[in-house]
């Protein structure tokens, strides 16, 4: 089992950057696959980024592509995603995921095993 908690969401301006944590509570967090995927109002919830267990082998969406970084840190079972250049349409909420070890990386809501409750994203001027 695998508990999740975003933090660090807030208003920020067109152009302002952020960075959002997960942290993560029980054993083996270094063995899951680390994701962030988002939900603007009256959308569906998409898929950001996730992180391999080898830190180094990330993945992102075309759209955050080149703005957001994806990073873990295992000693403290804890994920990030520094988010540059953020525009009107990166507003919504962002939930951290875990998928276990078993499983392939998640690109789709249904390949999660873990959630967090979501921490909201509003990028308004």
């Known amino acids: 089992q695998v508990q999740l908690v975003e933090s660090g969401g807030g208003l920020v301006q067109p152009g302002d950057s952020l960075r959002l944590s997960c942290l993560a509570s029980g054993r083996s967090f270094s063995s899951y696959t680390m994701g962030w995927f988002r939900q603007a109002p009256g959308k569906e919830r998409e898929f950001v980024a996730h992180?391999?267990?080898?830190?180094?082998?990330?993945y992102y969406a075309q759209s955050v592509k080149g703005r957001f970084t994806i990073s873990r840190n295992n000693a403290k079972n804890t994920l990030y995603l520094q988010m540059n250049s953020l525009q009107p349409e990166d507003t919504a909420v962002y939930y951290c995921a875990a998928t276990g070890p078993r499983r392939p990386p998640a690109t789709e809501v249904g390949g999660v095993d873990y959630w967090g409750k979501g921490t909201l994203v509003t990028v308004s001027s």
């Open positions: 992180i391999y267990s080898i830190e180094t082998i990330t």
